[in-house]
């Protein structure tokens, strides 16, 4: 019988103890896939003092340490604290310093101390747990210096022996501050300060960087993004770098917890429903969550549900610059998110202006998103970017259809209508009226060919978004590297 496979994942946020974006939801979900697909999982996560204390509680003291990080070898003290939930092992990062405020991120000045000490303090657990995994899989810039640490300081430790994956996210974001502060956090041999690891420019260094160096393996979360990052226009500066390394890396697209995410037993609709009951039971959804927002009760208009953080990747500009024109008097447009404060007064003014006909919830909401996804007919994501995006998925299995830009993992996901075929309504460029186009192609195919429109809601809701496929996938990226 195969050996069963020791994975630890170690990032920066994870459902439901702290979450900002899908970062989170992959945390929790695809380590809850790989317990059901004979791997021991331990998480490793930072206990945040933003994490409900509801969990806090159900904690297990498991130890501590002190540890040293800095040039000048400060020490710092270590804390373990477990929690067991489904087969998978939580294991926090115990500092008071870190790990105190923020929400969970603070600053870069602040975050980049922050994060080496936990990338540090990640191996560090694990040899004092005395539990050395077969693979580190590593999430995004906040754990992108583990494998440095691995293979520096950690080489001759039990956690040495381990394999990393880095996945990237999000390259937006890449953890970069001056030479002499990462120097001085990390504590990091100076020869690694070079142009083909952690040198960014002249005065900066990148963890990022860094980690996609030292990484045995680097994916990012869907296909499209993998080629994406590696031109000019996504690479976000590290297209070279990632061009260099592409030998190993690969894109496998994100699934969606099928239990956290599910219309037939989801406890915050109004009513649940399958494929079957979909086309009846969405309307109910719909006008409780009209009557949740104070917008016009009425079941036979159209409604464009948006969740999201609201920052420039996600192009709202391009709703910004189409917004009266998506209106008219049988669509509404329900907003969820927070960010940006240009985005935040854009819609909250067109809440003002279209009252009735449009709800700007400036929040960030678990509750009420759920009740969006059921009870939208339609989804806005436009982005400008977007690595692989969770909320096409969410969409599609509440029976929503997606409108998308044909990048990253939206490209990879939603495929266009067309007539028997299709999850959603699809552009190309990055440009509004196209944006328009693709929203008057849903509303023409809503309103004048209902019967079109209703095969494809049950089309999606039977669409397999979960977890399944996706991790064989790394199970088979995890065996490669054992071997
Ligand atoms: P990103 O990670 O870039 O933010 P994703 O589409 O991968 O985008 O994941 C976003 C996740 O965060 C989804 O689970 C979505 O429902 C959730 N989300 C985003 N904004 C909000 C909000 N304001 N309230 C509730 N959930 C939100
Ligand atoms: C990032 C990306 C998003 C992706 C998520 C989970 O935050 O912006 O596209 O779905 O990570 O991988």
Redesign the pocket.
Known sequence: MAKKRKIAFVGSECYPFV?T???G?VMYALPRALVGEDCEVRVILPLYACIPQKYKEKMEFKGSFMMDLTLEGRTFFVGIMELQMDGVIYDFVENKEFFDWGNPYTGLWEDIPKYCYFSKASLAILNYLEWAPDIIHCHDWQAALVPLYKRTKFWDTPVGAAKTVLTI??LRFQGICSIPHMKYWTGLRDDLFNYSVLKWNEQEANMFKGGIAFADRITTVSETYAQEIQTYAYGEGLDSHLRYHSPRLSGIVNGIDVGQWDPAADQLLAAQYDAETAVANKKINKTALQERLGLDQDENKMVLGL???LTD?KGLDLVDAIFPQILDSNTQVVV???GDPRYENAFRYYEGEYKGSVCAYI????K??HLIYAGSDAFLVPSLFEP????QL?AMRYGTAPIVRETGGLKDTVLPFSGDEGNGFTFDQYNASLLLGAVNDAKNVYFTNRGAWDEMVKRNMRKDVSWVSSADKYLALYDELMQ
């Open positions: 979450k974006g899908g970062l939801d996210h999000n969740v999201s953080r990747q969820l998110g927070t929040s960030y909401d678990e009420l998103a692989c995006g969770l909320t969410i």
